[in-house]
């Protein structure tokens, strides 16, 4: 005999200093910040309070992107196209979602030519809640548009 | 053969084994695939419940459903009024738990349990669970997804990459006897559905129910049923990278390269030979990461039943992995074998071990 059952639990995350930083500054900037290490100088993107490198404690935020480079993606159907995304400034990749291209001014996800290397932008949500989806996903530049 | 002046490092004794047969659905609950194997690693070893100074169990509450996995299993594993050790990992590492609490001279004989049951809910959308919740679970992304950007990320200067795991997959299903999934053709494959590109259904090792149950001793307390043939643990080493993404790290399983140095170094193995490696990679492009990162040649066999690709559930597999090395090794004299268990996305963690004949 089997019995279904769904688990349901709200639950109340802190994002810490270094987060509710990054996440207020893509709600009201729509812009993206990682975390650059006083001692190494990597920039840890998204931020965290400590290096990624040598983990030490962090403070230090500082633009990167909204430009960068698509290292590797997957498709996931059913689920959506990810990407690792090296943010320009950054020195650790994102991981998002990848929308497609836009051409002209239209995302159009099958058409995606998304060879590793090819540069992307992010896409900011119109309606921004403070969360990592205030970027709704990276678009891929296309050369020819 | 283990060269002469590299014997008798061993750290604990394998004492008995047992496990269930790996199915998509198991229709026991916890406690009654857990208590099989309890029994039978008792039966095994030739021992009662009273002759078990402690338990380490494996377990994960998310894949288990429960707010507390001890909910199902202290009972069964007999460690009411006992010290039992939980963990959250791959079950091997629950056992190197036990090698080092053996080695400290705490108990003489442990018990090491993991169960999973990966019918319970869709396994991989639960791994979603298992993610940062702020930068990645909002996203959608789970284990899966990180599978697929490490063999993508693999894939990019290769060509031939995906083929070779086609081939690689084909391999080991057919090398499945009794394999819960079947042999399957290299075209079949390729032919299969897209899950996270560039992996395909076909390749990926098929995750359904099992329970696993180790028992180790401590080789130095004259014990009845430790002989000559007997099975011991010679070097243990387990290492955690970071859950974020690193590119370097997920090309190189360079946590999996430390781990085993660790276990090398303690086992006194100087040039990694073994009578068998049974890695613990749910894709083959993982394989490649695990045969690099252990040093063992590209040319080695490793897997000879299948190794995940027969079927495995979650947190089992490693356990499972030191499992068939002891049988394998048992009865042969001055060989060494190789277990590995990973766990977390894309390899986060690695642990080895590495068993031996006298």
Redesign the interface.
């Known amino acids: 005999m089997i019995l279904e059952?769904t688990?349901r639990l709200p639950?109340s995350?802190a994002?810490g200093t270094v987060?509710s930083r990054f996440?207020i500054a893509l709600r009201e900037d729509q812009k993206i910040l990682g975390a650059r290490c006083t001692s190494c100088s990597t920039v840890t993107a998204?931020p965290?309070p400590f290096c990624?490198s040598c983990s030490r404690t962090v403070t230090e935020l500082v633009e990167v992107g909204p430009d960068g480079t698509l290292?590797?993606?997957?498709?996931?159907?059913g689920?959506?196209v990810?990407?690792?995304i090296?943010l320009d400034g950054a020195d650790?990749?994102?991981?998002?979602?990848i929308l497609g291209t836009i051409n002209p001014g239209t995302v159009n996800a099958e058409a995606i030519n998304m060879t590793?290397g090819a540069r992307v932008t992010a896409m900011f949500a119109k309606d921004r809640t403070g969360?990592?989806?205030d970027i709704e996903g990276f678009i891929v530049e296309q050369d020819d548009p | 053969m283990v060269p002469p002046d590299e014997r008798s490092r061993a750290l604990v004794s394998v004492l008995g084994t047992a496990e269930t047969k790996v199915t998509f659905e198991d229709p026991r609950s916890i406690p009654e695939m857990v208590l099989a194997v309890v029994e039978a690693a008792l039966e095994d070893a030739a021992l009662g419940w009273h002759d078990i100074d402690a338990v380490v169990t494996a377990s994960v509450d998310l894949f288990d459903?429960l707010t507390a996995s001890s909910i199902a299993v202290t009972e069964v594993v007999g460690a009411v009024m006992k010290p039992e050790t939980r963990i959250a990992a791959d079950g091997l590492a629950a056992a190197v738990h036990a090698v080092h609490q053996i080695m400290a001279g705490a108990y003489r004989r442990i018990l090491v349990v993991a169960h999973g049951k990966a019918s319970m809910a869709p396994y991989w959308d639960l791994t979603a669970w298992a993610m940062d919740?702020?930068?990645?679970q909002?996203?959608?992304?789970?284990f899966?997804?990180?599978a697929?950007?490490q063999?993508?990320?693999l894939a990019?200067h290769d060509p031939h990459a995906v083929s070779r795991w086609a081939t690689t997959a084909a391999l080991r299903r057919s090398a499945a006897t009794g394999g819960i999934a079947g042999p399957i053709s290299v075209d079949r494959v390729m032919a299969s559905?897209?899950?996270?590109?560039?992996?395909r259904a076909g390749m990926c090792a098929p995750v359904g129910d099992g329970a696993c149950a180790v028992i180790l001793g401590d080789p130095n307390i004259g014990d009845r049923n430790l002989g000559e043939e007997d099975v011991r643990i010679a070097g243990i080493g387990h290492d955690v990278g970071?859950h974020?993404?690193?590119?370097g790290e997920?090309t190189d399983w360079a946590g999996l390269r430390r781990a085993s140095q660790r276990a090398y170094t303690l086992a006194g193995v100087t040039k990694p030979t073994f009578a068998i490696v049974e890695p613990s990679c749910l894709f083959p492009h993982e394989e490649e990461l695990f045969v690099e990162a252990v040093g063992i040649g590209t040319t080695a066999p490793h897997s000879p039943g299948g190794g995940l690709f027969a079927g495995t559930a979650p947190v089992i597999s490693g356990l499972s992995r030191l499992l068939r090395v002891v049988r394998a090794l048992k009865g042969r004299t001055g060989e060494r074998g190789l277990a590995h268990g990973t766990w977390g996305p894309a390899g986060q963690g690695q642990v080895v071990v590495v068993a031996e004949t006298p």
Not at chain 1, 71 to 77: F, L, S
Not at chain 2, 244 to 247: A, E, G
């Open positions: 059952s688990i639950f995350y994002a987060g996440l998204p965290r990624s290292e590797a993606w997957t498709n996931q159907p689920n959506g990810f990407g690792l090296l650790t990749p994102i991981v998002h979602r590793p969360r990592i989806t | 459903g919740p702020i930068f990645l909002p996203l959608g992304v789970n899966l997804t990180f697929g950007l063999a993508a990320m990019r559905p897209v899950v996270a590109s560039p992996l970071p974020h993404l690193m590119i997920l």
